[in-house]
């Protein structure tokens, strides 16, 4: 006798958007959460009162027809949530030393832009813009193969994507332009796929580009109101969600071909039973924690063991009453560049030790009350900075406990602060005597509310051999287990959230069709920029 037809592992947007995909087509399901928050990188918290969102920064694909939308709304969540506009004007600013480039909502619109700036890299601007055009129409092609012969077919109608689509994007960058500035800007946002432009596969960069080209938009009340209307959604189908729910063993029967997923192992011994387990952690955690590489097949356990996280990353929490508006701040995000290199921030992150001080080579920032102001508190702005960093400068301390690391610890992060305080300095001149709160998260941080590997952001790096055909598959060699997240077929939280529901369309047997059939339960609600 099963408990639940589905139990999911984990909050995140993958696993919550299969938790309301099989709740909808009427489906028992149950959310196992290990934080006290639920979300996974969606989750909101607060500091003193003051709200952050450490994994949704913007999300694009809003605009009508929008693929983001389509999702939300086909899911029954879109009239719970609403988005504010960032700057159309500049929903992403590139910083240099010495200027500040604005990219703007519109494809068409940033291409004269970049042409006004850079008049002598007009064609090239062009001819690289047309090659985006036509790996990202093979991109969204690609993701609806269903065999061999439609892969044959995709080679001949969308060769772009088939021929240059696993080629680094800085290789492809630097064919088309020759200003380091304009190269820069065109390579700055890989901290959106978090892998260096000389590694990243083309089409990887371009699908994140893709992505903003129609605009940007951060969730109102920020990212924790997405797990709100997802939870809302799979509570009123009878769904449940329980956090501070650690779950310590899949349970599996069987051996061989015979083995099958029939449960999950609680933290203190409970034992929950299901006729399907979907795992939303990522892949070392579900592979090698979860189900053990005892019961992995010897090839699977290889491959696991070959894998590469994503990067990690500090994370600045500020809270300041400092005159944003009199600076000229707005709801636009901010990437530093102090290195014009953008792939000198991705050899700083590859260092095994953090020495020296001053300024990072580069940084993202961002004014979260510039976003949605009725975050605000008592007129107080937040602000949110990264920097890629690796896990093993922190690994020396990952068995003490998260309120009682050492005091060496403490001292290494305050160190750091200082640092991430004159990397964003150029942006933000005098913030250091207008902090209220300001503090550091780091990998191990990640590793204990988001129980991520290594610290990492995004799962699995999505280097060549572990997108596309190498990504980790929704459906396992186990029966009755699923995988979805960042370590499958899609990156990002949108990205995440598709695959939660392709990975319910499998467990379900239902069509997309029928799984995104909620779309009259209410439309997204999109507010203008401020």
Same mark, same amino acid.
């Given at each position: 006798?099963?408990?639940?037809?589905?139990?999911?592992?984990?909050?995140?947007?993958?696993?919550?958007?299969?938790?309301?995909?099989?709740?909808?087509?009427?489906?028992?399901?149950?959310?196992?959460?290990?934080?006290?928050?639920?979300?996974?990188?969606?989750?909101?918290?607060?500091?003193?009162?003051?709200?952050?969102?450490?994994?949704?920064?913007?999300?694009?694909?809003?605009?009508?027809?929008?693929?983001?939308?389509?999702?939300?709304?086909?899911?029954?969540?879109?009239?719970?949530?609403?988005?504010?506009?960032?700057?159309?004007?500049?929903?992403?600013?590139?910083?240099?030393?010495?200027?500040?480039?604005?990219?703007?909502?519109?494809?068409?619109?940033?291409?004269?832009?970049?042409?006004?700036?850079?008049?002598?890299?007009?064609?090239?601007?062009?001819?690289?813009?047309?090659?985006?055009?036509?790996?990202?129409?093979?991109?969204?092609?690609?993701?609806?193969?269903?065999?061999?012969?439609?892969?044959?077919?995709?080679?001949?109608?969308?060769?772009?994507?088939?021929?240059?689509?696993?080629?680094?994007?800085?290789?492809?960058?630097?064919?088309?332009?020759?200003?380091?500035?304009?190269?820069?800007?065109?390579?700055?946002?890989?901290?959106?796929?978090?892998?260096?432009?000389?590694?990243?596969?083309?089409?990887?960069?371009?699908?994140?580009?893709?992505?903003?080209?129609?605009?940007?938009?951060?969730?109102?009340?920020?990212?924790?109101?997405?797990?709100?209307?997802?939870?809302?959604?799979?509570?009123?189908?009878?769904?449940?969600?329980?956090?501070?729910?650690?779950?310590?063993?899949?349970?599996?029967?069987?051996?061989?071909?015979?083995?099958?997923?029939?449960?999950?192992?609680?933290?203190?011994?409970?034992?929950?039973?299901?006729?399907?387990?979907?795992?939303?952690?990522?892949?070392?955690?579900?592979?090698?924690?979860?189900?053990?590489?005892?019961?992995?097949?010897?090839?699977?356990?290889?491959?696991?063991?070959?894998?590469?996280?994503?990067?990690?990353?500090?994370?600045?929490?500020?809270?300041?009453?400092?005159?944003?508006?009199?600076?000229?701040?707005?709801?636009?995000?901010?990437?530093?560049?102090?290195?014009?290199?953008?792939?000198?921030?991705?050899?700083?992150?590859?260092? %095994?030790? =953090? *020495? @020296?001080?001053? &300024?990072?080579?580069?940084?993202? $920032?961002? +004014?979260?009350?510039?976003?949605? #102001?009725?975050?605000?508190?008592?007129?107080?702005?937040?602000?949110?900075?990264?920097?890629?960093?690796?896990?093993?400068?922190?690994?020396?301390?990952?068995?003490?406990?998260?309120?009682?690391?050492?005091?060496?610890?403490?001292?290494?992060?305050?160190?750091?602060?200082?640092?991430?305080? %004159?990397? =964003? *300095? @150029?942006?933000? &001149?005098?913030?250091?005597?207008? $902090?209220? +709160?300001?503090?550091?998260?780091? #990998?191990?941080?990640?590793?204990?509310?988001?129980?991520?590997?290594?610290?990492?952001?995004?799962?699995?790096?999505?280097?060549?051999?572990?997108?596309?055909?190498?990504?980790?598959?929704?459906?396992?060699?186990?029966?009755?287990?699923?995988?979805?997240?960042?370590?499958?077929?899609?990156?990002?939280?949108?990205?995440?959230?598709?695959?939660?529901?392709?990975?319910?369309?499998?467990?379900?047997?239902?069509?997309?069709?029928?799984?995104?059939?909620?779309?009259?339960?209410?439309?997204?609600?999109?507010?203008?920029?401020?």
């Amino acid at each position: 006798m099963t408990d639940w037809d589905v139990v999911v592992i984990g909050s995140g947007a993958g696993g919550l958007g299969a938790a309301v995909a099989l709740s909808n087509v009427g489906k028992r399901v149950l959310v196992l959460e290990q934080h006290y928050l639920p979300g996974g990188w969606t989750h909101t918290f607060a500091l003193q009162g003051h709200k952050f969102s450490p994994g949704v920064h913007y999300i694009g694909g809003l605009e009508e027809g929008g693929p983001s939308r389509q999702l939300l709304e086909g899911l029954g969540v879109g009239g719970d949530i609403e988005f504010c506009e960032l700057n159309p004007d500049g929903y992403d600013h590139v910083v240099f030393e010495d200027e500040t480039f604005d990219i703007p909502r519109g494809r068409e619109k940033f291409v004269q832009r970049l042409i006004e700036r850079f008049p002598d890299e007009r064609k090239g601007i062009e001819r690289y813009f047309e090659l985006m055009v036509k790996v990202n129409r093979g991109i969204e092609k690609a993701a609806r193969i269903k065999g061999p012969l439609d892969a044959v077919k995709l080679l001949f109608s969308e060769p772009a994507v088939v021929f240059k689509g696993m080629k680094p994007a800085a290789g492809i960058i630097d064919r088309h332009v020759k200003d380091v500035k304009l190269k820069a800007i065109l390579e700055a946002r890989s901290g959106d796929h978090g892998l260096s432009p000389e590694r990243v596969p083309f089409a990887q960069h371009v699908a994140i580009e893709g992505h903003y080209w129609e605009g940007a938009w951060y969730p109102k009340g920020g990212g924790g109101s997405i797990p709100k209307a997802f939870i809302s959604r799979l509570k009123s189908n009878g769904g449940e969600i329980r956090v501070r729910s650690k779950v310590e063993q899949i349970l599996i029967e069987g051996s061989g071909r015979q083995r099958r997923a029939v449960g999950v192992r609680m933290e203190g011994g409970e034992e929950i039973r299901a006729a399907a387990v979907l795992s939303n952690a990522d892949a070392w955690v579900t592979y090698n924690d979860l189900v053990g590489r005892q019961n992995l097949s010897k090839k699977l356990a290889k491959r696991v063991s070959r894998l590469e996280p994503s990067v990690s990353a500090l994370s600045l929490y500020i809270a300041t009453d400092i005159d944003v508006d009199a600076l000229g701040l707005d709801s636009g995000n901010y990437w530093i560049l102090n290195d014009p290199s953008v792939d000198a921030t991705y050899r700083f992150a590859e260092q %095994d030790v =953090i *020495e @020296g001080d001053g &300024p990072f080579p580069g940084a993202f $920032l961002t +004014v979260t009350t510039k976003k949605d #102001p009725s975050k605000m508190k008592d007129g107080i702005h937040t602000m949110e900075s990264f920097i890629f960093v690796s896990y093993a400068p922190f690994e020396r301390w990952k068995n003490s406990e998260t309120e009682q690391r050492p005091e060496k610890y403490d001292e290494f992060k305050q160190g750091l602060i200082e640092r991430m305080l %004159d990397t =964003i *300095e @150029g942006v933000v &001149p005098g913030l250091r005597d207008h $902090l209220v +709160v300001c503090e550091l998260g780091t #990998p191990l941080t990640n590793v204990h509310y988001v129980n991520s590997y290594r610290g990492n952001l995004y799962a699995t790096a999505k280097s060549k051999k572990q997108i596309g055909l190498g990504a980790l598959p929704f459906e396992t060699e186990i029966a009755g287990l699923y995988h979805c997240g960042q370590s499958t077929a899609a990156h990002g939280v949108l990205g995440a959230l598709f695959t939660g529901v392709a990975t319910a369309s499998k467990i379900s047997g239902k069509s997309m069709r029928d799984i995104l059939a909620f779309s009259d339960e209410g439309e997204v609600r999109l507010h203008p920029s401020t």
